[in-house]
C-alpha cells in the first residue's frame, strides 16, 4: 500500500486496507477524513475582504519578503471545521484514561478553571502598578505556603515556569552557593533511572554528568555513590519516588553523606503526587526540589496548558533563590525585585523569568489545594499509590514486573517486554492499545527495563475505568505473545495507520505544497 506525504491512504487505496470500510469521501461514519490546511485552501483565495493597500514607503530598508509565504486561503467556516475536526481526533484526559507515567495526567477540577477565568486574575497585566493587583500577590503567597508547608522547606521560588526550569533553577542556586565560598566543584552525580531532563540541566549549568547505578530492586546504589562523593562533587540530583515507582528508602542516608562531602541535594520532585501530605522532602535533607504544579496539583499540561515549577528551598540554598517574589509587609504585598534586593536578598543569582510566573496556574493550584484540603491531599496520594498497586498486582501474571519483588510500588508500575514472541515490542502493544481506544501508556522510560513500560493511573481513575484498561491491556498482551500478525499492523481503527515519526520529525510538511516557499 501506497502512501502519500502525509503516511494517509490515499482515497483509491483505500480499498486495498479494508474493501468492507472503503468510502468514497475517506470518511468513516462521522469520523471524518481531515486534509491538511495546506491541501483544503489555495493562496490565491482569501476568507476575508480587505481594502487594498495604499502605496506608502516601505521601511522596512529592503527586507521585504519577495516570495509568498503560502498561507491558505480559507473561509471562516472552512477554517472552523479543520480545527474543529481535529480537535475531535485529539485525545485526551476529558476523554478518557491516560495512563503515562511520570505525567500524572489526572482530571482537571473545572472549579479550577472557573477561578482561573474570573477577571481579577485572567485579565490582569504584570506591569500593572502594585496597588492595583494586590489580589494576584495574595495567591502567590499563599500558594507559596502551601508548598512549603508541603514539602517542610523555608524557601520557595515562584518563577520557574515548568519541572525542567525548575531543575536549572534548583542547580543555578547549587552552583551560586558553592561559588560563595570559593569552591569549584565540577561534577554532578545522576542515578542511571534519572529523567532525560536531570544530566540535560546538570549539563546546561556547565557541570559534568556522572551516572550512579541502580540496584537490583530499583533503588539508587547508596554504597556505589557514597564511594564516588568528593571534593569535585557539587552535588546529586534525586528523582524521589523514583521513575522505576520505588520510594527511595535511604534518602535521608544520602543527603547525610552528600553534605557530609560538602556538596548539595536536588530532588526531581515531578513525582510529590506519591506523597504529598505523606512525607516532608525537608525532613529527607533534600536543598531543593521542583514541584510540576501541572502534574501533582492538577493543572493541566501536555497539550493542554503551560506547565509551572516552582522550587522550595532549604535554609542553606535560600538566600540564593532567584528574583523576583512576592514578599508581605503588614497587609501590603510587594515585589522583591532587582532595585530593592540589596536589603536582604542581595546574593540572589538573579532572574530567570521577565515576571512572576504562570498566574494561571498559581490559581489553578491553589484552589485545587483549598478545595481538598490538606486531609483532601493526603488522600490523593495515598489513592494514588492504591490505584497504581491495583494495576501492578493485576498484570504482574502476564507481564514481567522486574520490582515486584521490591514490594508495593508507588504511584506508577513498571513492566518489560519480556517473553513478548519474536519480532514484538512495547511500541507493537502501544498500538494495539490505541485500537482498544486508551492513550498508550510512557514507553521505553526508564532506560534501565528493556522495553519499558511505565503506567500511572493517578487517584482521579474509578475502579471501572482501571479494570476495563487492564482487560484490554491483558488482550493485547496475549496477542503480543502468541505473535499475533494483526497486532504487528495495529492500530486498525484509529484515523491513521502507523506513521514515519522519522520523517514525520525531520521532515514536517509545514508549507502549501504549490507556493514558491515550499521548495
Ligand atoms: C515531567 C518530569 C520532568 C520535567 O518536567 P516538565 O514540567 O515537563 O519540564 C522531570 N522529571 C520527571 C521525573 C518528570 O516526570
Not at 486574575?121 to 502567590?140: C, E, K, M, N, S
Not at 532549604?314 to 536589603?343: I, T
Request: net charge negative; charged share 20%.
Amino acid at each position: 500500500m501506497s502512501m502519500n506525504s502525509q503516511g494517509r491512504p490515499t482515497r483509491s487505496e483505500g480499498a486495498e486496507m479494508n474493501a468492507a470500510q472503503e468510502t468514497f469521501t475517506g470518511n468513516r461514519a462521522l469520523i471524518l477524513e481531515e486534509k491538511l490546511i495546506f491541501e483544503s485552501g489555495s493562496i490565491d483565495r482569501t476568507g476575508i475582504d480587505l481594502p487594498a493597500a495604499p502605496d506608502a514607503p516601505s521601511k522596512l530598508g529592503g527586507l521585504e519578503r519577495t516570495v509568498d509565504i503560502g498561507l491558505p486561503g480559507l473561509s471562516e467556516s472552512e477554517t472552523v471545521r479543520h480545527y474543529t475536526r481535529l480537535s475531535r481526533q485529539n485525545y485526551g484526559i476529558d476523554l478518557g484514561f491516560f495512563p503515562l507515567g511520570s505525567c500524572t495526567m489526572k482530571h482537571n477540577p473545572r472549579l479550577n478553571e472557573k477561578m482561573a477565568r474570573l477577571p481579577g486574575f485572567a485579565d490582569i497585566h504584570p506591569l500593572q502598578p502594585q496597588q492595583t493587583v494586590q489580589g494576584a500577590y495574595r495567591v502567590i503567597d499563599e500558594l507559596a505556603d502551601w508548598l512549603k508547608t508541603l514539602t517542610g522547606m523555608p524557601a520557595v521560588a515562584m518563577s520557574p515556569k515548568a519541572g525542567a526550569h525548575g531543575e536549572l533553577c534548583g542547580v543555578l542556586a547549587i552552583r551560586s552557593a558553592l561559588e560563595a565560598r570559593g569552591d569549584a566543584r565540577e561534577v554532578i552525580l545522576v542515578p542511571e533511572s534519572a529523567h532525560g531532563t536531570n544530566p540535560a540541566t546538570a549539563a546546561f549549568a556547565g557541570y559534568k554528568v556522572e551516572d550512579i547505578p541502580a540496584t537490583k530492586e530499583g533503588r539508587v546504589d547508596l554504597d556505589a555513590l557514597v564511594a564516588r562523593l568528593g571534593p569535585d562533587v557539587a552535588g546529586v540530583m534525586i528523582t524521589n519516588p523514583n521513575t522505576c515507582g520505588l520510594f527511595e528508602r535511604d534518602m535521608k542516608k544520602i543527603s547525610d553523606a552528600v553534605h557530609a562531602a560538602g556538596g548539595f541535594v536536588y530532588c526531581d520532585g515531578a513525582n510529590f503526587n506519591a506523597i504529598v501530605g505523606k512525607v516532608r522532602p525537608g525532613d529527607l535533607g533534600i536543598d531543593a526540589m521542583h514541584i510540576n504544579l501541572h502534574k501533582t496539583f492538577s493543572t493541566p499540561h501536555g497539550g493542554g496548558g503551560p506547565g509551572s515549577g516552582p522550587v522550595v528551598f532549604s535554609q542553606a540554598l535560600a538566600p540564593y533563590a532567584p528574583l523576583p517574589f512576592v514578599e508581605k509587609q503588614g497587609e501590603e504585598y510587594r515585589l522583591v525585585e532587582e532595585e530593592n534586593a540589596e536589603e536582604h536578598h542581595a546574593s540572589s543569582f538573579g532572574r530567570m523569568v521577565a515576571f512572576h510566573g504562570q498566574m494561571g496556574m498559581f490559581t489553578r493550584a491553589l484552589t485545587y489545594m483549598l478545595s481538598h484540603g490538606a486531609d483532601g491531599l493526603k488522600q490523593v496520594s495515598e489513592d494514588a499509590v492504591l490505584n497504581a498497586n491495583y494495576i501492578l498486582r493485576s498484570l504482574e501474571d502476564v507481564l514481567d514486573a522486574p520490582f515486584a519483588p521490591s514490594g508495593p510500588c508507588m504511584h506508577e508500575a513498571l513492566f518489560s517486554d519480556k517473553g513478548f514472541a519474536d519480532g514484538f515490542s512495547t511500541l507493537d502493544l502501544a498500538k494495539g492499545l490505541i485500537d482498544e481506544g486508551f492513550h498508550p501508556m510512557t514507553m521505553y522510560f526508564p532506560l534501565v527495563v528493556h522495553g519499558a513500560m511505565l503506567i500511572e493511573p493517578t487517584e482521579t481513575e474509578s475502579k471501572d475505568a482501571i479494570d476495563e484498561f487492564v482487560g484490554a491491556l491483558r488482550h493485547v498482551v496475549s496477542a503480543a505473545k502468541a505473535g499475533d500478525a494483526n497486532l504487528k499492523a495495529a492500530p486498525h481503527h484509529a484515523p491513521r495507520r502507523r506513521l514515519d515519526e522519522t520523517m514525520a520529525a525531520r521532515k514536517p510538511v509545514l508549507v502549501y505544497k504549490d507556493s514558491e516557499a515550499a521548495t
